[in-house]
């Protein structure tokens, strides 16, 4: 289908970007209260000054973070800058903690918060990244400085649980992505037809109108609809309205292009919208597609039923962006399309 894999893809992205930004900023203010806590933890209670230092800048790193994701500042970096923050933290824990005390296991915290903050693909680069460079640092401490006190068992249970941790985050990231993108295709998808709905009719619209307006060049809306279909409903039944409206959706998708975006906006209204086409080019079509389905009726029930559609166009003037006003020219063109006695295409009102 021309119309589901990128506006899916769309409205799933902008979810997930969404998403993204929302849970590092939680993630972030939970980072502030407990490195927070800790910092003060290690400063006064423990003695342990290396840690209370690290914890401390940590905190005011993530207190800058929580008010620049707060401001909407660069939402893109700021997630990745935020996880990063995370790693440094945790490996100083890790690294630094005396033996014994159970500080390797803060370590196995970063892949969930990487896969949640950053999706599938950078969440296990990250996690896998930080598993590599930190087993290694504890290698060559171990190796090296043996007065840090830590030992092979050490090594061997951060390195178990940061890829246990990876893995189940990764099977859990996968899952939840797959779901999104089953549910943006169910909400954003007419069950009937396969087309857009009006949601993802708006999506659509939404990424054309911003590609028409960077690169100055016209844009068309039609707006259809098909006529006499409860006639039709009431004469053969409702499977035979239901047979018209996916016969239409065919033969209007055999004549299309792919850049084309063509929705069923409810019941027997169509919208199809027309990147790089002026009212003229738009009109021309508009009799095309009256002209084909002229020449393929429909045959239900052993019978061959005419069907025709009323047509209203409005082309986006220079700079347009909003549907509301686009919308309602073509629509009052449709509403005299079908005043005037249906099966007609109407351009100007
Ligand atoms: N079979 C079927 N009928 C539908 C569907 N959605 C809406 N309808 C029916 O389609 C008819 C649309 O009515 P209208 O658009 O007001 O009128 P029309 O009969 O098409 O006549 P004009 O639009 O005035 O030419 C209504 O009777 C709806 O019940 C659907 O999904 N399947």
Not at 240 to 269: K, N, P, S
């Amino acid at each position: 289908m021309k119309y589901s894999q990128r506006y899916h893809a769309e409205l799933v992205n902008r979810d997930a970007e969404t998403r993204r930004v929302r849970l590092t900023l939680r993630a972030a203010l939970l980072g502030v209260v407990l490195t927070g806590f800790f910092a003060w933890f290690d400063g006064w209670v423990t003695g342990y000054v290396f840690h209370a230092l690290a914890e401390g800048i940590s905190c005011v790193a993530l207190s800058w973070l929580v008010w620049g994701l707060h401001r909407g500042y660069a939402p893109q970096i700021l997630p990745l800058l935020g996880v990063a923050l995370a790693a440094v933290l945790l490996a100083i824990l890790t690294v630094t903690g005396a033996p014994g005390d159970g500080v390797v296991i803060w370590a196995a915290l970063l892949p969930p918060l990487a896969f949640f903050v950053l999706g599938v693909w950078r969440g296990l680069l990250v996690s896998l990244g930080f598993c590599l460079i930190l087993n290694l640092t504890l290698w060559l401490c171990i190796t090296l400085i043996p007065a840090f006190g830590l030992n092979w068992l050490a090594m061997v249970n951060v390195g178990a649980s940061l890829l246990a941790s990876t893995v189940l985050s990764l099977l859990y990231e996968h899952s939840r992505a797959h779901s999104a993108r089953r549910l943006a295709h169910a909400a954003s998808t007419d069950p009937l037809t396969g087309v857009a709905n009006r949601r993802g009719f708006l999506a659509g619209f939404e990424c054309h109108m911003a590609v028409a307006v960077r690169s100055c060049s016209p844009i068309s809306l039609l707006l259809f609809d098909l006529d006499r279909l409860k006639q039709l409903n009431d004469e053969l039944g409702h499977a035979a309205g239901d047979a018209a409206i996916c016969h239409v959706v065919t033969v209007i998708e055999g004549m299309i292009r792919a850049q084309d975006l063509l929705a069923r906006l409810g019941g027997d209204e169509f919208a199809l919208l027309l990147p790089d086409t002026d009212l003229a080019g738009a009109a021309a079509l508009a009799h095309k597609l009256q002209a084909a389905l002229a020449q393929t009726p429909l045959e239900v029930a052993g019978t061959r039923w005419p069907l025709t559609l009323s047509i209203g166009l409005a082309e986006a003037a220079p700079g347009e962006t909003d549907y509301d006003r686009l919308a309602s020219v073509a629509d009052r063109c449709l509403y005299r399309a079908k005043e005037g006695g249906r099966d007609r295409v109407v351009d100007r009102c």
